[in-house]
C-alpha cells in the first residue's frame, strides 16, 4: 500500500540501496551519533534527577507522537 501511495517504484527502491555511501551515513548518524548526543545532553541537562533524565532522553531519541504518549503515562495524566 505504501508503494502505491508515494508512487515509488519498485526498481528505483532497488537502485537507492546501491548507494551505500548515503546508507551507512544515515544509519551511524541514527544509530550512533544521536543516541550518543541526546545521553550527553540528557546528563549534562538533567540536574541529578532521573526522572528529568528518563524524560529527556526519550525526548530526544523517540518520534514526537512517541515521546509525548510516554510522557503523559508516565506523568500519570493518561
Known amino acids: ?9 519498485v526498481s528505483g527502491i532497488a537502485r537507492s540501496f546501491a ?3 548515503f546508507i551507512a ?6 544509530f550512533l551519533f544521536v ?9 549534562n541537562m538533567s540536574m541529578g534527577y532521573p526522572e528529568v533524565y528518563a524524560w529527556l532522553m526519550l525526548y ?5 507522537i512517541g ?12
Request: charged letters at 5%; proline letters at 5%; one cysteine or more.
Open 35 to 43: 543516541p550518543i548526543y541526546a545521553w550527553l545532553l540528557s546528563f
Open 19 to 21: 548507494k551505500l555511501k
Open 25 to 30: 551515513t544515515a544509519i551511524s548518524l541514527n
Open 1 to 9: 500500500i505504501a508503494l502505491v501511495m508515494s508512487g515509488a517504484s
Open 67 to 78: 515521546w509525548y504518549l510516554i510522557s503523559t503515562e508516565l506523568a500519570g495524566v493518561v
Open 60 to 64: 530526544f531519541v523517540t518520534p514526537c
